[in-house]
């Protein structure tokens, strides 16, 4: 009998998986069921490249969902046919700029090639739209810039010279005009693909980086925690020049959901 308790709960803990179960990297038992296309995160530390960022320079990350891989058009066009105020035509001019899914042939048309492409051109109020109307929200800075610090084979990547210099390579390489499809990266130690080398992505928070900014321009860059760190300082910046109806070519994004909201 109890052998067939012990097959029965390897069964049940292989489906979990094969349904998009995520087997936390940090934990030792099998991890509650992930909603399908995202991977479970553990809670850790985020220790801003800044030192004045807060009095412990230390930010607690609760443990949260986050999407495997970018938004892709043919995800975002689901969301367009719900919800018409957020077409190409149709778009407030104060929530998105005028290149607004400018890659786009129309309303609800797009090239067969980018389908399973990350979605760009979209501003940050129609990315939190999205986010909303899939019962999610953006990750924070301090969410994205934790799972972003791992590296395929450990959760530091900041200590991983080869990763740095992967992540590097593509900051100063050109987007391509037709991006790679997702899922294209392979996936850090949390499960988690495309957080670099696919497109920049939009934070919830995002604006928190002006003042972090203005403070290292302003001669502040001597309290950086991180001279070397040099992905972190160029995420900062990019985020600093953004604004919230601003429409960019290889600017995304991908949804985090709370643990409390598991629903799909």
């Not at 395929?152 to 900041?158: N, V, Y």
Request: net charge positive.
């Amino acid at each position: 009998m109890k052998s067939e308790q012990t097959k029965i709960t390897g069964w049940l803990v292989l489906a979990l998986v094969l349904l998009g179960g995520v087997i936390c990297p940090m934990a030792q038992t099998v991890a509650p069921l992930s909603p399908i296309g995202m991977a479970l995160i553990p809670q850790g530390i985020y220790t801003p490249p800044f030192r004045k960022v807060s009095a412990t320079n230390q930010i607690p990350v609760e443990e949260f969902y986050l999407d495997i891989c970018p938004v892709t058009n043919e995800g975002f066009l689901e969301f367009v046919r719900a919800n018409p105020k957020w077409r190409r035509s149709q778009v407030n001019h104060a929530a998105a700029d005028e290149l607004y899914l400018k890659q786009w042939s129309g309303d609800l048309q797009f090239d067969e090639k980018i389908k399973n492409a990350p979605v760009t051109f979209v501003s940050y109020y129609a990315a939190k739209a999205y986010a909303q109307w899939r019962n999610k929200r953006l990750p924070t800075v301090a969410e994205w810039e934790y799972v972003g610090a791992a590296s395929p084979t450990r959760a530091d990547g900041k200590n991983d010279a080869a990763f740095q210099k992967q992540i590097l390579a593509w900051y100063s390489s050109p987007s391509p005009d037709t991006l790679p499809n997702v899922g294209s990266n392979r996936a850090n130690i949390f499960g988690v693909q495309d957080l670099h080398g696919l497109v920049w992505e939009w934070t919830g928070d995002f604006y928190t980086a002006l003042g972090m900014a203005e403070a290292v321009c302003g001669g502040g860059a001597k309290d950086a925690k991180d001279r070397g760190d040099y992905p972190a300082f160029m995420r900062f910046g990019f985020r600093s020049s953004l604004q919230m109806d601003y429409t960019v070519h290889n600017l995304g994004f991908r949804c985090a959901k709370n643990l409390s909201k598991v629903a799909n």
